[in-house]
């Protein structure tokens, strides 16, 4: 019977790497806002001999992530992995200087979101699925206010979901990618040689092989 991966974010960076990677062995299920990014994942799989079901939706929006999820249950009955890489990335800024519109964007995406993601999708992973989130500890760093605050709020509420389900399941793991090439980290770092840190592919497969 063919396992189904979810992927919240797959259009992009280690959303996309991790989907493409664990393909052709799971079914993608990749959501994601960006049609093109998801298209393109979905021709990468297609040439590995996998599939995918393409999601574009936001994961902010609570009734589209609802249907997402009944039709995951109605079709295949639940998922063997779920993977969290949706995030909002405003640009840096004083504190002093935040902007309302990326404040709220980055709370309803890192943060919020998690209040519904979570209750609608802990149903499809039961007891044996796994669930993924990956940190990126810029809390409290000069001009990371509003993503720093949202990630930050993102993991506490992940690590409180698998200290509640250490004996019950499903496995709640949070790991930490490697400093990677992504549109996200040329954002926060413009100018870095990008050549010196780790592919999205390259990280996608070693946190993959930490899962056992």
């Not at 990126?136 to 949202?150: L, M």
């Not at 592919?201 to 946190?207: F, I, N």
Request: charged share 20%; net charge neutral.
């Amino acid at each position: 019977m063919t396992q189904i991966a979810l992927i919240t974010g797959a259009s992009r960076g280690l959303g996309y790497a991790l989907a493409e990677a664990l393909a052709p062995e799971y079914h993608i299920v990749a959501v994601a806002r960006t049609v093109g990014g998801l298209e393109e994942l979905d021709d990468a799989i297609k040439a590995k001999g996998g599939a995918a079901t393409l999601a574009p939706m936001d994961v902010t929006d609570r009734n589209a992530m609802a249907q997402l999820c009944r039709s995951v249950h109605d079709r295949w009955g639940g998922v063997a992995l779920w993977a969290h890489t949706a995030v909002h990335t405003g640009p840096l800024t004083p504190t002093w200087q935040l902007d309302m519109k990326d404040w709220d964007r980055s709370m309803a995406t890192n943060a919020h979101a998690m209040g519904h993601l979570i209750p609608y999708i802990a149903p499809l992973l039961g007891t044996d699925g796994t669930a993924l989130f990956f940190d990126d500890p810029k809390g409290g760093k000069k001009f990371y206010g509003h993503y720093g605050a949202s990630k930050a709020a993102q993991i506490a509420v992940a690590q409180s979901w698998a200290a509640e389900t250490v004996k019950t399941g499903p496995k709640v793991r949070v790991l930490t990618p490697a400093p990677m090439a992504t549109a996200v980290r040329a954002r926060f770092h413009p100018g870095e040689d990008r050549d010196a840190l780790a592919t999205p592919a390259d990280e996608a497969r070693r946190l993959i092989a930490t899962l056992g």
